[in-house]
């Protein structure tokens, strides 16, 4: 009787058409494609919006790094008066205006606790736990197909650091990290060099900030532009042409050509090629928007990695001892797949499809995966296509069975005799 009464009172949902998990661009684009094609869905997202990174985790004058045609998402390009590189709140407003065209309505505000296929009947069973005003509620949907749409960078990474906790300045993720309004005239150790750490690096500067950029591993660092052109929209239109590993060889020369030697600042550069790296490892390469020229002038110190932390300063590996106001690490992000998703052949262990790119979109039983190409949202969207795809096509297949399955019962019940 519990059961029952469970059942009816809306705590099990079946859906006729896929559960997307997550509300970022990669889910809503799944969901345009589905809406084009007449295949209902539900976007589950833990957030109380859409594109929750883009909104609530990114410092205010961040810009996209790529030109924008490389950026839109299906169907629907950016306004013509956008930038080349818009900023985050203009593609918020993009990401908006995508949703409310394709009449797309996540149900917000519930985190999936668990995601299992169920062999015996063939279907996914989706748990999710809702955080009302004063109360929570756990849902089931049963679903026929489950779209992974939760992205790369859905949890912060933080690293230990030993004394970290005796620190007694502010220490943040950088996806807390605003602008460097709270910091002027301050010592800040920024932890990590990749995009985020190079750019609020600059942020800080902007805000006559002090900052120290700590520097553990290689990095590759390009010029956002050669000749005019975007460096990305050269390296994808060399590749159609030329093995990877010719472009790379094409990319370190003009970066030698127009950043100099790098390395003297103490920017080591990996032995692989940015192209070859971000394919094997997924390491993005760092685009150059300012913050070379902070570090040539002094502005931004680069220094090696943590030994300890103090009270008031921290100890590097090389011994020297740095007094410190605060902390931004902009230690990066990760997915959080393998915590909800009982799964372990399609997805590795660090959250990411095993199968690279671009065969890392479909799994078994009704299981597919948007925006873990390493790609960025033009990956995104190439995968979200064909998501849509093969599940509306299935979907129309298995609709039309079942509507020819109902009209020869119906004949056969009702065939009129004369």
Not at 397 to 405: F, H, L, V
Not at 409 to 417: D, I, N, T, V
Request: with cysteine; hydrophobic share 40%.
């Amino acid at each position: 009787m519990a059961q029952t009464e469970e059942f009816f009172s809306g705590r099990c949902v079946l859906v006729n058409g896929p559960v997307i998990v997550g509300a970022g661009p990669s889910g809503l684009a799944v969901g345009a494609g589905l809406k084009q094609q007449g295949v209902p869905f539900v976007i589950l997202e833990r957030a109380n919006c859409i594109a929750s990174l883009w909104q609530n985790r990114t410092y205010d004058r961040l810009k996209l790094h790529l030109p924008k045609q490389f950026c839109e998402l299906p169907y629907i390009p950016f306004p013509e008066n956008f930038p080349e590189y818009p900023t985050k709140h203009q593609f918020i407003d993009y990401l908006e205006s995508y949703t409310k065209h394709f009449e797309i309505s996540p149900r917000f505000n519930e985190s999936v606790q668990s995601a299992k296929y169920d062999e015996m009947c063939g279907l996914w069973r989706v748990k999710t736990v809702t955080n009302g005003d004063s109360s929570s509620t756990t849902i089931e949907y049963i679903c026929r197909w489950l779209v992974v749409a939760a992205g790369e960078n859905a949890e912060k990474v933080v690293p230990e650091f030993e004394g970290l906790q005796e620190f007694s300045g502010n220490v943040m993720h950088v996806c807390d990290y605003k602008s460097g309004e709270a910091y002027r005239r301050k010592n800040v150790l920024v932890v990590g060099c990749g995009n985020s750490g190079m750019e609020v690096s600059l942020d800080l500067c902007h805000y006559n900030a002090f900052p120290s950029m700590v520097v553990r591993s290689s990095v590759h660092v390009l010029p956002r532009e050669i000749l005019g052109k975007s460096t990305f929209e050269l390296a994808v239109s060399m590749m159609k042409w030329l093995p990877v590993w010719v472009v790379d060889k094409i990319l370190l020369a003009a970066a030698r050509l127009i950043l100099g030697n790098i390395e003297k600042y103490g920017l080591k550069t990996p032995n692989i090629g940015p192209l070859q790296l971000k394919d094997t490892e997924g390491k993005t390469p760092v685009l150059d928007i300012g913050t070379l020229q902070k570090i040539r002038s002094g502005d931004i110190k680069i220094v090696p990695g943590i030994k300890k932390f103090y009270h008031a300063s921290v100890e590097l590996v090389n011994g020297q001892i740095l007094e410190i106001d605060s902390v931004v690490l902009a230690t990066g992000y990760c997915s959080n797949v393998p915590s909800w998703l009982k799964e372990n052949e399609f997805f590795s262990r660090d959250g990411i499809p095993n199968s690279p790119f671009p065969n890392g979109w479909k799994g078994k039983a009704g299981l597919y995966a948007v925006g873990f190409t390493r790609r960025g949202l033009s990956g995104a969207s190439l995968d979200a296509i064909k998501v849509a795809q093969d599940i509306g096509k299935i979907w129309k297949i298995e609709t039309k069975q079942k509507n020819q399955s109902v009209s020869v019962l119906c004949h056969r019940r009702f065939k009129p005799r004369f």
